[in-house]
T-cell receptor
Framework: AQSVTQLDSQVPVFEEAPVELRCNYS??????LFWYVQYPNQGLQLLLK??????LVKGINGFEAEFNKSQTSFHLRKPSVHISDTAEYFC????????????FGAGTRLFVKA | GAVVSQHPSWVICKSGTSVKIECRSL??????MFWYRQFPKQSLMLMAT?????????EQGVEKDKFLINHASLTLSTLTVTSAHPEDSSFYIC?????????????FGDGTRLSIL
């Protein structure tokens, strides 16, 4: 079975600073990897996904993530954050077999300060 | 883009009543849908996998008699919380998985906030 670990529960950062949200996973089979954003009282919005191919994935809102198979990581980065990026971010992993069941990390609260 | 509609978005009801939540895929067919539960400031916990035309697969610890799932068509799955109690209050989110061969990820609904008084 797969598992996901988001190493930081909260990340405070000043506006226009860079940010990295960390995610590590474990699985015995090949996986798909995702980052989602959730604003208060809303559902999930897909930021980006890694299915195959290039390990550097670019998503919406200026976010990108890099799949590192040897370190089993999929860290999310943004070079310059905005106040509007304040939200909860979830890393998720889906095994390519087993019905594509998706498991979510505990989430990281990104708080952008002026 | 693909859209998943979840209804209702918010429901408040008395303890002991049953509540049905609908999840519809609006522009694609979904043989597989998922139901998640999210407590405040926590992550999404997968409750069950809903398969069209067959019984749902529940995760360990989820009471199948408490959370009834029906996936009667390729665009609709329902979750019924039976005899709801205050501890069932939570944010419930569904997702729908497009064709497995398309390599497209699941698409999420906007969630249903359930409050049991």
């Amino acid at each position: 079975a797969q598992s996901v670990t988001q190493l930081d529960s909260q990340v405070p950062v000043f506006e226009e600073a860079p940010v990295e949200l960390r995610c590590n996973y474990s699985s015995s089979v090949s996986v798909y990897l995702f980052w989602y954003v959730q604003y208060p009282n809303q559902g999930l919005q897909l930021l980006l996904k890694y299915l195959s191919g290039s390990t550097l994935v670019k998503g919406i809102n200026g976010f990108e993530a890099e799949f590192n198979k040897s370190q089993t990581s999929f860290h999310l980065r943004k070079p310059s954050v905005h106040i509007s990026d304040t939200a909860e971010y979830f890393c998720a992993v889906s095994e390519k077999t087993g019905g594509f069941k998706t498991i979510f990390g505990a989430g990281t609260r990104l708080f952008v300060k002026a | 883009g693909a859209v998943v509609s979840q209804h209702p978005s918010w429901v408040i009801c008395k303890s002991g009543t049953s509540v049905k939540i609908e999840c519809r895929s609006l522009d694609f067919q979904a043989t597989t849908m998922f139901w998640y539960r999210q407590f405040p400031k926590q992550s999404l916990m997968l409750m069950a996998t809903s398969n069209e035309g067959s019984k749902a697969t529940y995760e360990q610890g989820v009471e199948k008699d408490k959370f009834l799932i029906n996936h009667a068509s390729l665009t609709l799955s329902t979750l019924t919380v039976t005899s709801a109690h205050p501890e069932d209050s939570s944010f419930y989110i569904c997702s729908a998985l497009p064709d497995l061969m398309s390599n497209q990820p699941q698409h999420f609904g906007d969630g249903t906030r359930l409050s049991i008084l």
